[in-house]
Nanobody, 128 residues
Framework: QLQVVESGGGLVQPGGSLRLSCVVS????????VAWFRQAPGKEREGVSC????????NYADAVKGRFTISRDHAKRTVYLQMSSLKPEDTAVYYC?????????????????????WGQGTQVTVSS
């Protein structure tokens, strides 16, 4: 059974940092792209970042480029999202999802929620 579990969310001041973790089980990361999505109150879910199955290619939304870094540890079956220089507009529930596809496709269709295996989400709040 495919499972995706996120952790690492919390309350942080503007300009601060957080690292989210996404642990997957029930499948090997070797054939899956893993992406982070987020949904702020009253807004549609959007793609944040994605890393391909080989771990050698990444995609980022324009809003987070230069501030967020996605990485993966195959041995630990874990994908990380390092978030720095956080802004109040980064406040959202962050979801991790995995799918046997490529990042360019996943970032576009993923927000609909009907592609891939999804975690339950972790809340990130950026506020002073």
């Amino acid at each position: 059974q495919l499972q995706v579990v996120e952790s690492g969310g919390g309350l942080v001041q503007p300009g601060g940092s957080l690292r989210l973790s996404c642990v997957v089980s029930g499948f090997t990361l070797d054939y899956y792209a893993v992406a982070w999505f987020r949904q702020a109150p009253g807004k549609e879910r959007e793609g944040v970042s994605c890393i391909n199955s080989h771990g050698d290619s990444t995609n980022y939304a324009d809003a987070v480029k230069g501030r967020f870094t996605i990485s993966r540890d195959h041995a630990k079956r874990t994908v990380y999202l390092q978030m720095s220089s956080l802004k109040p507009e980064d406040t959202a529930v962050y979801y991790c999802a995995a799918a046997p596809t490529v990042c360019v496709h996943f970032m576009v269709v993923g927000p609909k929620g009907d592609v891939g295996s999804w975690g339950q989400g972790t809340q990130v709040t950026v506020s002073s």
